[in-house]
């Protein structure tokens, strides 16, 4: 089993900074895939940012060039450095795990992920 808990968001208006993290806990203790989603009101959850599913770290095309993610292997985080934000960025933010390689999540549905955290939310005001 699998526990993942977000922290790190908050208010910020247009233009400015957050980092989300997300520490996994847990008694497996191998590598995952590991992916940030978000979800609006009145939207379906959406993938921002993966690492570890396929081959490359990839991107919503939406937020390509502002948002990184990253990880610390070592102390099992995950991070988001989402930079430039913007009024439509606001939505809560899910850390979410599957399988190491399980394949590119970006456009699957996200059932595909098989653990998810409680979520964080972030609020861009213009």
């Known amino acids: 089993q699998v526990q993942l808990v977000e922290s790190g968001g908050g208010s910020v208006q247009a233009g400015g900074s957050l980092r989300l993290s997300c520490v996994r806990s847990?008694?497996?203790?191998?590598?995952?895939?590991m992916a940030w989603f978000r979800q609006a009101p009145g939207k379906e959850r959406e993938a921002v940012a993966s690492?570890?599913?396929?081959?490359?770290?990839r991107y919503a095309d939406s937020v390509k060039g502002r948002f990184t993610i990253s990880k610390d292997d070592a102390k099992k985080n995950l991070y988001l450095e989402m930079n430039s934000l913007k009024p439509e960025d606001t939505a809560m933010y899910y850390c979410?795990?599957?399988?190491?390689?399980?394949?590119?999540?970006?456009?699957?549905?996200?059932?595909?992920?098989?653990?998810w955290g409680q979520g964080t939310q972030v609020t861009v005001s213009s």
């Open positions: 979410a795990a599957a399988p190491y390689g399980v394949g590119d999540i970006m456009s699957e549905h996200p059932d595909v992920m098989n653990y």
């Open positions: 847990g008694y497996n203790t191998g590598r995952y895939c």
């Open positions: 690492i570890d599913c396929g081959d490359t770290t």
